[in-house]
Nanobody, 114 residues
Framework: QVQLVESGGGLVQPGGSLRLSCTAQ???????MGWYRQAPGNKRELVAA???????NYVDSVKDRFFIARNNARNTVYLQMTRLKPEDTAVYYC?????????WGQGTQVTVSS
């Protein structure tokens, strides 16, 4: 059974940084993965994706601030978040960027506030 486990969230001041981790259990490899976020009252949105080729894609609101990477040996995908803004506050999840989704993990809360 596939299980996605997100971690690394927390409370950070505006302008700060965080690194989120997504570990995939029950999956042979995670070459193709994305990070989503959902703020209260908003729909879940895909903010970053890494493709099989290694190409990365970002939504405009996080471009040049967030960076997605993977470690195949650890079956882990990371989201390095820099220059965080209050509007980045949300629960962050990892999952397939398109196609059939895995069961959602519990997510990790990121709160950007002074």
């Amino acid at each position: 059974q596939v299980q996605l486990v997100e971690s690394g969230g927390g409370l950070v001041q505006p302008g700060g940084s965080l690194r989120l981790s997504c570990t995939a259990q029950g999956i042979g490899f995670i070459n193709y993965m994305g990070w989503y976020r959902q703020a209260p009252g908003n729909k879940r949105e895909l903010v970053a994706a890494i493709l099989n080729s290694g190409e990365t894609n970002y939504v405009d609101s996080v471009k040049d601030r967030f960076f997605i990477a993977r470690n195949n040996a650890r079956n882990t995908v990371y989201l390095q978040m820099t220059r965080l803004k209050p509007e980045d506050t949300a629960v962050y999840y990892c999952n397939m960027p398109s196609g059939s989704l895995y069961p959602w993990g519990q997510g990790t809360q990121v709160t950007v506030s002074s």
